[in-house]
Structure formats: structure tokens, C-alpha cells
């Protein structure tokens, strides 16, 4: 497929390096993905229609390591390319390494979008990653996707958080991300001290825990309304007409319906109706 316009930027967070890659049909480009590099350590690798931009910039790059944070295709896009580049392991948790051994389907905006990865052998982690001079310790986060994966620096507390933030109020989901698991993932990486939020869509240098807790704490608003709406007796259908925002709908075009509010609240209601015993 030709693509109309690559866009790249190198971008520097103190002493940390983000890569920020995404492709422009007119305008804008859609959804860019960024990829960090923190004392050689890589964590996620770029989307694959960047493969040129991203390869060269890391050819000139210190790197020990590669870390990914889930199989999506706008993070796990380079893994194979940059882990023959540099000969360094890719690690990640055992159902990312599951995945991404074999080719996996993806829909065709995400081919438009990102492009599909290379199948590549992941190592699972076994614990914290070590490079020279900080630890990232693996945290498991399902909800997004079943093998999502934040990475706390320990010695600094960055937190590269992959998918897991994106933003405060966020407008829709894809079909297979769960609500219940995203919420218990916040909950639970709320537990530990961090300031710098490395989001792979929305990095925040300030206040990254404060900003991560306004979003569990705007779908736990979220879905107080589901159920109480629910407890009403409320179908899915009306809950997804009260509460709908309608600020989906770019997204919901372009993804042929696979990103929208609907999927949220849909997930939401099944969580709803586990506890009521609906
Ligand atoms: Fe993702």
C-alpha cells in the first residue's frame, strides 16, 4: 500500500529518548506511536511502515536490550527488524512471546495505520531487567490486551506504560479489551511510586501518577453509572444511548466499528452484571 507521508521525530525527555512514528493520509498524522530508549534499554520499537526512520535512528544508538510492552502492532511493529540490527534480546511477558512467535491477524486500518509485524522470538521476562545504571521491573496489566505489560524504573520512578494511560477521559475501546481487567491493572500499578508516565500515545513527563489516577478514576465514574443504570433494569442498548458522548466517531469510521464508545460500555455492562448477578 503506498503511504502518503511518513512522519518521525526524535524527541528527548531529560536523558531519556522517545521515537514518535506515525503515517498521514492528509493532514495529521493518525494515531503516532512512540518508542523510548532509557540507558540501552528499548522499550517498544515503532510501527512497522517507520521500519527505515526507526532502524537508522537506533543504528546510531547504545542499545542492550528491547522490551516490549504487548503484541499490538504499533509497538511490537520493529522487534524482529532492530533485535537483528543490534543482535539483543527482545523480552516481554510469555503470552506477548506466544503471539508474536507466529504471524497475527490484524484488521485493515491497522494495516493502513501501523502495518503488521514480523513474527520474532521473545524471551519472557523472569523478573526485574537490569541495564547500567536502572531497573525495570515487569508489571503485568491485562485489559488493554491480555498481555499487557508496564515497565517500572525503579531507581527513578518512570513508568513506561505502554497502552495502559493513553488519556484521562478516554472515548472508546476495541472490542477485546476488558473493562474489569483495566481497572484492577490501574489499581493495582497505583500501588507503586512513580512520577514520569512514558505512555506509547501520550507521554507526560509531570505528574504521571496524578494524571493515571484521573483515569481510573474517570472509569470507575464510568462505570458507576453503568451499573446503577444496569441495577435499573436498563438494557445494553439504553446504556449505551444515555451515556454515549458521541465523541467516538472518527475513530469508529476508520475502524470499521473495532475502536468505539459502544465497546466500552458493552465491556463495562458485562463487569456490571457479574457483580449484580445479573
Ligand atoms: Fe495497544
Not at 512512540?34 to 547504545?62: M, P, Q
Not at 511490537?76 to 510469555?94: D, E, W
Amino acid at each position: 500500500m503506498k503511504i502518503l507521508k511518513k512522519f518521525f521525530k526524535k524527541q528527548m525527555f531529560h536523558d531519556i529518548t522517545g521515537f514518535n512514528c506515525g503515517i498521514s493520509l492528509a493532514g495529521p498524522p493518525l494515531m503516532t506511536a512512540w518508542c523510548f530508549l532509557a540507558d540501552g534499554i528499548l522499550i517498544d520499537t515503532g510501527i512497522r511502515h517507520l521500519r527505515e526512520h526507526i532502524s537508522d535512528a537506533i543504528e546510531k544508538e547504545h542499545v542492550t536490550g528491547i522490551l516490549v510492552t504487548h503484541h499490538h502492532e504499533d509497538h511490537s511493529g520493529n522487534a524482529a527488524i532492530l533485535k537483528r540490527k543490534k543482535n539483543v534480546p527482545v523480552t516481554g511477558h510469555s503470552l506477548t512471546a506466544k503471539i508474536l512467535k507466529n504471524k497475527f491477524r490484524i484488521k485493515p486500518y491497522q494495516h493502513l495505520i501501523w502495518g503488521k509485524s514480523e513474527p520474532v522470538m521473545i524471551e519472557p521476562f523472569a523478573g526485574v531487567i537490569e541495564s547500567e545504571s536502572l531497573r525495570f521491573l515487569p508489571i503485568h496489566t491485562p485489559g488493554h490486551s491480555e498481555d499487557h505489560t508496564v515497565y517500572l524504573e525503579e531507581t527513578r520512578g518512570m513508568l513506561f506504560s505502554g497502552d495502559l494511560y493513553l488519556g484521562e477521559k478516554i472515548k472508546f475501546f476495541r472490542a477485546d479489551e476488558n473493562f474489569e481487567d483495566q481497572l484492577r491493572s490501574l489499581e493495582h500499578v497505583l500501588n507503586y511510586d512513580f512520577n514520569m508516565l512514558f505512555c506509547a500515545h501520550n507521554p507526560v513527563m509531570e505528574n504521571g501518577k496524578e494524571k493515571l489516577t484521573a483515569k481510573y478514576r474517570f472509569l470507575v465514574e464510568f462505570y458507576g453509572k453503568v451499573k446503577d443504570l444496569r441495577g435499573k433494569g436498563c438494557s445494553t442498548k439504553e446504556i449505551i444511548r444515555k451515556l454515549d458522548r458521541k465523541n467516538d466517531r472518527t475513530v469508529k469510521l476508520i475502524t470499521l466499528n473495532n475502536a468505539c464508545f459502544a465497546n466500552m460500555a458493552r465491556s463495562a455492562i458485562k463487569f456490571a452484571d457479574k457483580e449484580l448477578s445479573i
